[in-house]
Each structure stands twice: as structure tokens, then as C-alpha cells.
């Protein structure tokens, strides 16, 4: 049409140093849920220990200090209980309530089991969620958070899923990019085909990034 103005449409830019910035942010995000999660969580390993010393405490009289039978207990205890949540994957007590037979007379029987559990299960499962954390970013410590910026910008402004190789420098091999990748993949930045071949930025990696 004479006169018309064409307009030229451009891919979304995102700077590596933006991609970078976001990067940094997310690691300090996961450090600090790393360390609330071991300095509140060890505070409450000793909630489990402290009602067992309470039974025990009152049982037999009640007979010395509370929390000397707290301190006696807490090394059987805590062990026991750390286990328990490591054997459950943290859902021992979503499968003992499962468990329980549905009349009410056996819930409230069981009423007092359950409280229990689910107070003396709080620390264990939190120390164990700041441990798994800790884990996967000493798993990822090693992947260049520069190439790693420099790959969610080429993701960014590629239109839907793009082949793995077309991401290589030049005399860079797929060994040394791997890392990366999987570093992206496990914070949940970009997804993956199931054949590995090919890789996307994820709808949230694209919100986080926009923020």
C-alpha cells in the first residue's frame, strides 16, 4: 500500500549484566533461606526432645531437673527423629494421618500422637530443607554465573525452544556449557527437552528476569 509505514519489529534485548544482577539475587535469596533455615531450625530440634523429657520428668515424680532429662533425652531423641524425616521425605505425618482409620473415636485417640509428631517433626524438617538447599548450591558453585547470564540473554530473546549447540562459542565444547545448564535448569531458569538437545527459558525464569 503506497505510503505505508513499515514497521520493523525487534526480539526482546536483555543484557548479560541484567541477567547477571538477577543471578546474584537468587543465590543470595537461596543463602539466606539457608541460614534462617539452620538457625531457626536448630533452635526447635530440642521441641521433641523437651515433650519426651516431659513425660519421662513427670513420670517419675517429678524427679531432678526438667531440662536436665530434656539434655539426657536430647541425644536419642533428635537423631531418631532427623532420621524419620529423611526415611518420609518430610510426609510421615501427611501417612500416619492417611493411616488413621476415618471414626472419630481413633482421631481423637490419636489426636495427641499427631500433635507430637507434627511439633517434634517442625525442626527436623526445616534443618533438613536448609541442608537440601545448601546441597544443590554446593552441587552449582562451580558454574560460571557469567556464562550463565550470557546464555538466559541469548534464551531471551529467542523465540521458543532453541538447539543446544547454538549456544557454543567458538572452541567451547558442550563439556564446559553443561555445568551452566544444569545450573539453570535446577533454579528453574530455563527447561530442557526430554532428549536434552534443546532448551527454553521458562515462563517464571522470563518474569523473574522482568522484575
Same mark, same amino acid.
Given at each position: 500500500m503506497p *505510503?505505508?509505514? =513499515? &514497521?520493523k519489529i525487534t526480539a526482546p534485548q536483555l543484557a548479560p549484566a541484567t541477567a547477571k544482577e538477577c543471578l *546474584?539475587?537468587?543465590? &543470595?535469596?537461596?543463602?539466606t533461606q539457608i541460614i534462617a533455615g539452620f =538457625? %531457626? *531450625?536448630v533452635p526447635l530440634l %530440642? $521441641? *521433641?526432645p523437651m515433650f519426651v523429657a516431659l513425660l519421662l520428668w513427670l513420670r517419675h515424680g517429678p524427679k531432678g531437673s526438667y531440662w536436665a532429662w530434656v539434655f539426657d533425652c536430647a541425644p536419642l531423641v533428635i537423631p531418631a527423629l532427623l532420621l524419620l524425616e529423611i526415611a518420609s521425605s518430610g510426609k510421615y505425618l501427611e501417612d500416619l494421618a492417611g493411616r488413621l482409620d476415618d471414626s472419630p473415636f481413633v482421631r481423637r485417640r490419636s489426636g495427641g500422637v499427631i500433635i507430637f509428631f507434627f511439633f517434634s517433626l517442625l525442626g527436623p524438617g526445616i534443618v533438613m530443607a536448609a541442608f537440601r538447599r545448601w546441597q544443590r548450591l554446593k552441587k552449582h558453585v562451580g558454574a560460571s554465573r557469567d556464562r550463565a547470564a550470557q546464555t538466559l540473554s541469548d534464551l531471551y530473546k529467542a523465540d521458543g525452544g532453541v538447539d543446544i549447540f547454538t549456544l557454543l562459542r567458538p572452541?567451547?565444547?558442550l563439556g564446559e556449557l553443561?555445568? =551452566?545448564l544444569e545450573y539453570l535448569v535446577d533454579y528453574d531458569w530455563i527447561g530442557a527437552s526430554k532428549m536434552g538437545d534443546r532448551i527454553w527459558l $521458562?515462563?517464571?525464569g522470563r518474569k523473574r528476569l522482568d522484575r
Open positions: *505510503g505505508a509505514t =513499515v &514497521r *546474584g539475587r537468587s543465590d &543470595r535469596i537461596a543463602w =538457625v %531457626f *531450625g %530440642f $521441641l *521433641g572452541q567451547e565444547d553443561m555445568p =551452566v $521458562l515462563s517464571e
